[in-house]
Nanobody
Framework: QVQLVESGGGLVQAGGSLRLSCAAS????????MGWFRQAPGKEREFVAA????????SYADSVRGRFTISRDNAKNTVYLQMNSLKPEDTAVYYC????????????WGQGTQVTVSS
């Protein structure tokens, strides 16, 4: 069982930066793929970024590639999302998720943190 708690959201002007953090409970954090997703009002939840447990490789949605960076610190059981050059369209609730080995889908989710980008 993994519990995820996001933090770092807030209100920022367009062009600004925020860093989201996701603290995970459990002793096997390093064995989970970790991802960030977001959901804007009236829209479906969408993938933002992910990092694998095995190689630490990363992947990004086209809309954020080059602006956002996902990273993880296994010693601190924490995954981060550094968001730069923020745009109003990045406004959403951001969710952290974990995927256990052998699972096709992310099976643990945080409660979300609001990011609002003003123009």
């Amino acid at each position: 069982q993994v519990q995820l708690v996001e933090s770092g959201g807030g209100l920022v002007q367009a062009g600004g930066s925020l860093r989201l953090s996701c603290a995970a409970s459990g002793r096997t954090f390093s064995r989970y793929d970790m991802g960030w997703f977001r959901q804007a009002p009236g829209k479906e939840r969408e993938f933002v970024a992910a990092t694998t447990w095995s190689s630490g490789s990363t992947s990004y949605a086209d809309s954020v590639r080059g602006r956002f960076t996902i990273s993880r610190d296994n010693a601190k059981n924490t995954v981060y999302l550094q968001m730069n050059s923020l745009k109003p369209e990045d406004t959403a609730v951001y969710y952290c998720a974990a995927r256990s080995i052998g699972h096709a889908n992310y099976n643990y989710w945080g409660q979300g943190t609001q990011v609002t980008v003003s123009s």
